[in-house]
């Protein structure tokens, strides 16, 4: 028997940084994200009364580490144990974007493998099918990210609980500027760990919370600036945390430094421009809006031959 799903990527504008609980996966602070539809991830599982274990298989496009293959089964082992189910599968995944994106897939993998096994554990133990609620929400025991993926194409987590919000821009585009693809040295559960010891983290979550209104409100009456500065804002707020922790760290190259200043400079000739955001990692993310088409590939050259020749 064979079952399949896909679920989308989500990038978040207001960032999800610090954990109340981490064994269920309660955040600090509210996040707002938009859910990036075209990056999928699809996951298959194929159940074998033989098998003595689960395994993971590769889909196309996807080498998950020994370290992500054991989280990834970790979850669908919790998963297992909440319907009560002992049988074992082949777990396949893969994404139809390449890694080089910049995008850590583990929004989009979770997301899809928990729609995926709920569905295939629900009919085989005879129980109910899920609601999207209770999916995000066991979504969110494996990845807290993933939990927003369920919402389209505005989402806002709090809580035990992510919804969708209905904002304009409901057809952005999104560009990754790859600043280096060298695997993290920190990984994001750990950061979660150490921002709490940054003299910032105090207040972290009523900024979150006033940032969210207030991005809400820029969006909704389309102040397009407002909505750029806000989200400028927060990724800064949250590397700030990271390179103020007791133990500090940083994911920004002085190539994402001198690329960040690139964006700012169009932003000052042109009073217009990208969404500018980074996750936990160098890369750059960008959200423009359909009409803004032909600033990617131009913001794309000057990024390419400034980054290239500083002074250019
Ligand atoms: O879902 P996690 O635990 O990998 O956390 C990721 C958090 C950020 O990507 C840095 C921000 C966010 O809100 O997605």
């Avoid at 554990?121 to 209770?134: G, H, I, M, N």
């Avoid at 983290?201 to 209104?213: D, L, M, P, S, W």
Wanted: include cysteine; charge should be negative; hydrophobic fraction near 35%.
């Amino acid at each position: 028997m064979k079952w399949s799903a896909e679920a989308p990527s989500n990038i978040a504008l207001v960032k999800y940084m610090g954990k109340q609980d981490s064994f269920l996966n309660i955040p600090t602070n509210a996040s707002l994200s938009y859910t990036l539809n075209h990056l999928v991830t699809a996951v298959e599982l194929e159940y074998d009364p033989n098998l003595t274990d689960d395994q993971w298989e590769p889909l196309e496009q996807l080498n998950l580490s020994p370290r992500g293959q054991e989280r990834f089964l970790a979850h669908f082992q919790f998963l297992k144990k909440y319907y009560d189910f002992d049988g074992h599968f082949i777990v396949r995944s893969g994404n139809n974007f390449p890694m080089g994106t910049g995008l850590a897939s583990s929004a989009s993998s979770f997301a899809a493998l928990t729609t995926v096994a709920c569905r295939a554990l629900a009919e085989l133990t005879s129980s109910k099918q899920p609601s999207v609620d209770e999916l995000s929400q066991l979504s969110r025991r494996g990845s807290g990210s993933s939990c927003r993926s369920f919402y389209s194409p505005w989402s806002v987590w709090e809580g035990e609980q992510a919804r969708t919000v209905d904002l304009p821009f409901t057809h952005l585009l999104h560009d990754c500027w790859i600043m280096s693809e060298r695997e993290k040295s920190v990984s994001s559960s750990e950061a979660h760990r150490r921002v709490k010891t940054s003299p910032y983290f105090e207040g972290r979550e009523n900024r979150a919370t006033q940032r969210i209104h207030a991005l809400t409100e820029a969006l909704q009456t389309q102040n397009w600036y407002r909505a750029y500065q806000l989200t400028w804002d927060d990724f800064h707020d949250m590397h700030r945390m990271f390179e103020t922790a007791l133990e500090p760290f940083r994911y920004r190259t002085p190539g994402t430094d001198q690329a960040l200043l690139i964006l700012q400079d169009y932003w000052d000739e042109f009073g217009d421009g990208p969404l500018v955001t980074l996750d936990a990692g160098p890369n750059i993310h960008l959200l423009y809006r359909p009409d803004q088409h032909a600033m990617i590939s131009e913001l794309r050259s000057r990024f390419q031959t400034q980054l290239q020749d500083p002074k250019a």
